[in-house]
């Protein structure tokens, strides 16, 4: 798939080539596992920043506190709230209370179809480009660290891992994929697959479940 965008360097580049390619993807569905409902409507930003020499990804590791996902990487994101005024409103709001990144800094692309995840939320995944030069400041009572990973490996399905997993007593399955270091997985890693799909990404997960 690198071939595809091999040729982008800046903002604008990425900015067109990820809007374009989103505007023609269909919005599929995608959950922590089937037959999984939602009614807490959620948004997160996927917000891909345009390096010169190659696109980041702006994670988060979410503080050990937390009663939910402590610990994990996620994207920057949470419940939209009645404010809102839609899901990339919300988004880039969570954005700026987690990790002090400024929606003027972001310029929305898309977004992607519905992640239901196992605690009840249904996610909708906007997409975003920032350019280089910004500063974050993550809320240290939300947020361990907000960092970025590169986009080129986490758009590449056959790098994930297809996993057995018990969460809430429930026995399922999750992805995952490791990445300089960091183990991303669950909603995070089935998201930026959603991403890799909707750009035309070749390649499947390894299913560990089908061993």
Do not use: K
């Amino acid at each position: 798939m690198s071939d595809y965008y091999d040729h982008l360097r800046g903002p604008a580049d990425w900015h067109d080539w990820l809007a374009t390619r989103l505007a023609r993807a269909p919005r599929a569905d995608a959950a922590d596992w089937n037959g999984l409902t939602a009614v807490t409507p959620a948004a997160v930003l996927i917000a891909v920043v345009a390096h010169p020499d190659g696109a980041g990804i702006i994670l988060t590791e979410r503080a050990a506190h937390l009663s939910q996902h402590a610990g994990q990487i996620s994207f920057p994101g949470g419940r939209i709230e009645d404010e809102d005024e839609d899901a990339p409103a919300a988004a880039l709001r969570e954005a700026q209370e987690e990790i002090g990144l400024e929606p003027a800094r972001v310029a929305v692309v898309g977004q992607l179809g519905a992640y239901v995840t196992i605690s009840g939320y249904r996610v909708i995944p906007v997409v975003g480009v920032v350019e280089p030069g910004f500063a974050l400041s993550p809320d240290p009572g939300e947020v361990a660290a907000a960092f970025e990973l590169p986009f080129a490996p986490l758009m590449q399905p056959a790098r994930y891992e297809r996993r057995p997993v018990e969460r809430r007593g429930i026995r399922g399955a999750s992805y995952f994929t490791e990445c300089e270091g960091r183990t991303v997985w669950g909603a995070t890693a089935g998201m930026l697959l959603m991403l890799a799909s909707a750009l035309g990404a070749s390649g499947q997960p390894r299913d560990l479940l089908q061993r």
